[in-house]
């Protein structure tokens, strides 16, 4: 009997400490546990601050749960901060960094430990975000009534100086202390078929990249070290893919600028699909999948601290038969199954900017306590080294010459180096165009990485290009940094 109530005290005792130790965050978070929500709206919730500014803050109200959630300039920040509700969970930086705003991370121990014994009300950690609200505002203004997405980083950091998707949202009356009205507010924006709630640069269905994935095609080309700018391919104005009788063109429809051949950095200044998709069967699926992934592709482990849907390059067909070298083809220009975020793209220009080291994203630029001491470190770290800086510069001299005389000529700006590259993905016979940009500026000493994307062709489905809509709106963007 001894030994059964010894062994009955352990197991408790294991259980507790597990519970107790390693369970701890995942109960507090589980929207079931009533009692963690009920103390979590009855103290302060920290701000999220943008410039200084708080667009999230916890007002003091006269009820039950003592504070309410508000969100100024919602529209702007709704897909960055998110919501924080009653019964419907929490998303974006309100669900990413929920144990720091409620001040129950465990590196805030001990100033939950001083709060219990002063017997002071408890308070969140501020979450200080990376956007800069003019950039922010510029993006925002930019991409005006088109649905899409701007994501704009600082190559050198990693930080993210402007998060726009659009259709957003209002997240006010999310934070509602009324559940009914709480749930219709959530049920409508599900229902919209503009998928407000998503945030489009790091999530939801991805986008085709067209020929914006070019600049992977041509990075792994460089990286092979088989080939230079001036390398060579047939050039003429109509491709059949091997094996069908399905033809692809180049934009312009006739040969790429002329003549029998066309050089890699002629078919990446004038957007080139039958050089480009001939380079890339030259180079073979496993060398693209490489390269795509050493920019972050297929990797799930990117949190900026939201997850971010991983970009998709697939060198597989739905029964995990390597794919044909038609479907190679088709993907080394951006069409096919690739998929990816704006964030992916903006991420492959900033390590093209940065010299060949990618930076990890972030939003956050640090996390304060009450009595603004750090939390934690929050200092821009390195993701990886996808291309060298000799290729990062021939790219770079690649993409200047895009944007000074080639494919995203609107881009331009003047007295400054752009590097950039247009993309016109097509998505189905008779659906709209998903038009894009991605760049960075100044080209000799970049400040800003960006990519823009916008749906449905920007209102004109199949007339409009990723120069004509995409560009422009890009340039705004990169001259808000540049201007500060």
């Known amino acids: 009997m001894s030994l059964v109530v010894l062994a009955m005290f352990v197991a408790l005792f294991v259980s507790s400490t597990y519970i107790t130790t390693f369970q701890a965050d995942s109960l507090r978070a589980d929207p079931r546990n009533s009692r963690a929500l009920l103390a979590s709206y009855s103290a302060q919730r920290g701000p999220i601050l943008v410039g200084g500014e708080p667009v999230a803050q916890s007002d003091p109200v006269d009820d039950v749960y003592k504070y309410q959630r508000s969100y100024s300039q919602p529209q702007l920040y709704a897909p960055v901060t998110g919501y924080y509700t009653l019964g419907q969970g929490s998303r974006g930086i309100e669900d990413a960094m929920n144990q720091y705003l409620t001040g129950n991370a465990n590196s805030q121990f001990f100033e939950q430990m001083n709060s ?12 200080n975000l990376t956007l800069d609200p003019d950039v922010q505002q510029a ?3 930019a991409l005006g009534s088109n649905t899409g997405s701007i994501v704009a980083v600082e190559p050198s950091t990693g930080k993210i100086l402007a998060m726009v998707s659009k259709e957003s949202y209002d997240p006010n009356p999310l934070a509602s202390h009324d559940s009914a009205a709480v749930k219709a507010a959530y049920d409508a924006l599900v229902a919209d078929p503009a998928d407000p709630l998503q945030n489009k640069a790091i999530e939801g269905n991805l986008y085709v990249p067209g020929s914006t994935f070019k600049l992977i095609t041509v990075a792994a080309a460089l990286e092979s070290g088989d080939y230079t700018p001036e390398s060579t391919f047939p050039n003429p104005s109509t491709l059949t893919l091997p094996g069908t009788s399905t033809n692809i063109n180049n934009a312009e429809g006739g040969s790429c600028g002329g003549g029998d051949e066309a050089t890699i950095a002629t078919a990446l200044r004038l957007s080139c699909n039958i050089p480009m998709a001939q380079l890339g069967r030259a180079l073979g699926a496993d060398a693209l999948k490489e390269q795509a992934q050493a920019f972050g592709f297929d990797d799930d482990s990117i949190e900026i601290p939201q997850s971010v849907t991983p970009s998709q390059f697939p060198i597989e067909d739905a029964e995990g038969a390597e794919i044909s070298d038609a479907a190679l083809m088709l993907q080394s220009f951006g069409q096919g199954s690739d998929r990816v975020t704006p964030l992916q793209m903006a991420m492959v220009s900033a390590a093209i900017a940065n010299g060949g080291t990618q ?30 800086s000799d290729t990062a510069s021939t790219m770079t001299d690649m993409m200047v010459q895009d944007v000074a005389d080639g494919a995203a000529s609107n881009a331009r700006i003047d007295g400054v180096d752009v590097a950039g590259k247009t993309g016109t993905a097509e998505n189905g016979t008779g659906d709209p165009y998903t038009l894009w940009f991605t760049g960075f500026a100044p080209a000799a000493d970049p400040e800003v990485a960006v990519a823009v994307v916008v749906e449905n062709g920007g209102g004109q489905g199949q007339s409009a290009f990723g120069n004509s809509v995409a560009s422009p709106i890009a340039k705004k963007v990169i001259e808000a940094v540049l201007n500060k």
């Open 116 to 127: 219990l014994l002063t017997g002071q009300s408890p308070e969140g950690a501020t979450v």
């Open 139 to 141: 993006a925002f203004d």
């Open 359 to 388: 930076m990890n994203p972030t939003l956050i630029d640090s996390v304060l306590n009450p009595d603004l001491s750090p939390v934690e470190d929050f200092s821009p770290s390195e993701y990886g080294d996808p291309i060298s």
